[in-house]
């Protein structure tokens, strides 16, 4: 698969120049997406030119479906590349520097991703890719080049603390926007409660999930699942992925929650259950024991977990609490205001290093569940976790729905975390609370 990708006749910069008419045309991979510009002697134009939609509308389709075409392949190697971090692949130095950095689809990837180098296979050495007059080498945290025999991808499960704090601190030093979260990635380790259930894993069931999001999000993430629904066998699903470079597959078990009207038939919220492993063994799946799981398709398939939980959990829905629904109140509550999981422990290790180079540095506090932000009005609590805002001293609940959008220019080391953006917009606005004129909101404070 590495061999196969399409490199689309772009150059290494990734770039590629046709000459449209009298106009040079370019496609370009700009961050994951790819770019169609025009120039003409070598001056850049706005937009297409108006008489190249006349006279070379043949040329304009062909750049046109070449621009989805390389756009539908960082998609899809975005999606490989991060797969790896299941397997335990290791490369010979120069096909790890022709395929994950010189290549202009794969590179655009690689290039910004933490890798490890080792002459013996036991002594790893991390760094980020650096070109120099000698080719590429591996740049470590005291800037020294690596260059070994073998190279395998960085993750923090062969790190130690001290070292995965250290890059996490570098990346933001160097601005660096990471395709997916690696330095600040999750780690998912087995438990004792785990050890004794043996089979399966009971520590993201109980939970009560927006089904519709979640089952996107699941599609979105490579998990196969039937559909829940009010028939015959509808009521419950396994969710699967294969990890470890398909030698190994994950079942994440969910089941359907009934409505009180008996007239409506759509699955609104679905309840969590077990996660469960199983080794290929040819053309079937033995059942195997957590404990004989490999650690990197454990943390793998656990984050994934964790994540579908974290998103689409009713507890994270800030307009839920106001529905008058009294069945899942108890778990709304608990949840919504609960111990942290580990992607939200992940995320408040972001924000402790995020936090003191914004303009609101004097006005927030970061505690253990809580990011406390102090307003002119009033003072609020924002749950690490699920975005909640409680407002000072009552613990009043304030609903702020965010729009859509990020935090603007703020730089994030990763954008697969859609809650952290949330958290950081309602600070900024919470900090600025006397300036807040949406009606909805100045009702609650005022309350």
Request: charged share 25%; with cysteine.
């Amino acid at each position: 698969m590495e061999l196969a990708v399409d490199d689309h006749g772009l150059d290494s910069t990734g770039s590629r120049l046709t000459e449209v008419g009298p106009y040079e045309a370019t496609v370009r991979v700009v961050g994951e997406k790819a770019r169609l510009t025009f120039a003409r002697g070598g001056v850049g134009l706005k937009g297409v030119p108006a008489v190249l939609k006349e006279t070379h509308a043949d040329e304009l389709k062909q750049l046109r479906d070449m621009v989805k075409g390389i756009s539908a392949t960082l998609t899809a190697e975005r999606q490989r590349v991060e797969a790896l971090l299941s397997e335990d692949r290791v490369w010979a130095y120069p096909d790890w520097v022709s395929r994950f950095l010189d290549h202009p689809i794969t590179g655009t990837y690689g290039r910004r991703l933490l890798w490890e180098t080792s002459t013996d296979g036991r002594d790893w050495s991390a760094g980020l890719p650096h070109e120099d007059g000698d080719g590429w080498t591996l740049a470590g945290l005291d800037g020294r080049p690596a260059r070994g025999e073998r190279v395998r991808l960085w993750h923090p499960i062969h790190a130690s603390v001290d070292e995965t704090l250290a890059w996490r601190e570098r990346v933001l030093a160097t601005g660096l926007t990471q395709p997916f979260k690696q330095a600040f990635r999750e780690v998912y380790l087995l438990t004792p409660a785990e050890e004794r259930t043996g089979s399966y894993s009971n520590r993201f069931a109980a939970h009560i999930l927006r089904y519709r999001q979640a089952n996107a999000l699941m599609r979105a993430r490579g998990w196969q699942a039937g559909y829940l629904g009010t028939w015959d066998g509808g009521y419950d699903s396994e969710a699967t992925k294969l990890f470890g470079g398909g030698a190994w597959r994950a079942s994440f078990h969910h089941q359907l929650v009934d409505t009180d009207d008996p007239r409506d038939y759509d699955v609104h919220y679905c309840s969590t259950d077990q996660v469960r492993f199983a080794r290929s063994d040819g053309a079937t799946w033995q059942p195997a024991p957590v404990a004989d799981v490999p650690p990197l398709v454990f943390t793998e398939a656990m984050r994934d977990v964790d994540l579908f939980v974290g998103v689409t959990s009713i507890a994270t829905d800030p307009q839920w609490a106001d529905r008058g629904e009294d069945r899942f109140r108890d778990y709304w509550h608990r949840t919504a205001v609960g111990a942290l999981n580990p992607s939200a422990q992940v995320r408040r290790d972001a924000l402790a290093r995020l936090l003191p180079r914004m303009a609101i540095a004097d006005r927030v506090t970061l505690a253990d569940r809580y990011l406390h932000v102090r307003g002119n009005l009033r003072s609020y609590r924002i749950h690490l976790g699920s975005g909640n805002i409680m407002m000072e001293p009552h613990d009043a609940y304030l609903c702020i729905v965010p729009a859509r959008g990020g935090t603007g220019r703020l730089h994030l080391p990763f954008e697969d975390d859609p809650m952290l953006s949330t958290i950081l917009s309602k600070a900024i606005m919470l900090a600025a609370d006397d300036t807040i004129t949406d009606p909805t909101v100045l009702r609650q404070l005022a309350a």
